[in-house]
């Protein structure tokens, strides 16, 4: 399987901080990664599929990028719904697996 | 647009089979494209892929839970279901369904959406 690693596990930034979450994959996944924030108690909500492309709906403070194994989820101006836990995913080889989650929790 | 919703029981006992159902709305689950699919969450864990079925019948399964695990699909209904036999407190979660578009070779470049709200089962006696 293919093992994807989230830094960090959690953060504590403020509102109007840059955030900038990391995902690894234990092999070269080309750009089969995809993000999801869940909230507490809600479903994960898709945010960024194909690395980089922005889900429908989605805010352009987010942005995705990378390929290979190393991948970035960016948050530009956090706002106070952006308070979450985010997932990554990878599609490139099944059994399709996520990372562990990042939350992040209000300072 | 399409909706997700699961349904079945909430309890489950040990050693029995648990048994879940997604009916899709705004869309029928047989016009082709995507993979129905079931994802599980342990209570304050991360997300679990288990496997997904296309609108023919052909399923794929997590190899963690292939031997437990069918999945099957009814167009006539627009639904579709997951049975996990011989289950344990390790199968308590929540279950989510979901879709994937592309997924014909085992990659997309889609992701899982829309989703479920999710239904929590709980394995107790």
Redesign the interface.
């Known amino acids: 399987d293919i093992q994807m690693t989230q830094s960090p596990s959690s953060l504590s930034p403020s509102v109007g901080d840059r955030v900038t979450i990391t995902c690894r994959a234990s092999q070269s996944i080309s750009?089969?990664l995809?993000?999801?924030q869940q909230r507490p108690g809600?479903?994960?909500?898709?945010l960024?599929?194909?690395a980089s492309s922005l889900?429908s709906g989605v805010p352009s403070r987010f942005s995705g990028s990378g390929s290979g194994t190393d991948f970035t989820l960016t948050i530009n101006s956090l706002q106070p719904e952006d308070f979450a836990t985010y997932?990554c995913?990878q599609?490139?080889?099944?059994?399709?697996?996520?990372?562990?989650?990042t939350k992040l929790e209000i300072k | 647009q399409v909706q997700l919703q699961e349904s079945g029981p909430g309890l489950v006992k040990p050693s029995q089979t648990l048994s879940l159902t997604c009916t899709v709305s705004g869309g029928s689950i047989s016009s082709g494209g995507y993979h129905w699919t079931w994802i599980r969450q342990h209570p304050g864990k991360g997300l679990e892929w288990i496997g997904y079925i296309y609108y023919s019948g052909n399923a794929y399964y997590n190899p963690s839970v292939k031997s437990r695990v069918t999945m099957s699909i009814d167009t006539s209904k627009n639904q579709f279901s997951l049975k996990l036999t011989s289950v344990t407190a390790a199968d308590t979660a929540v279950y989510y369904c979901t879709r994937v578009a592309g997924a014909m070779y085992g990659r997309s470049r889609s992701g899982f959406d829309p989703w479920g709200q999710g239904i929590l089962v709980t394995v107790s006696s």
Do not use: R
């Open positions: 750009m089969y995809n993000w999801y809600k479903a994960p909500k898709p960024i599929y194909a889900q997932y995913q599609s490139y080889s099944s059994p399709w697996t996520f990372g562990q989650g």
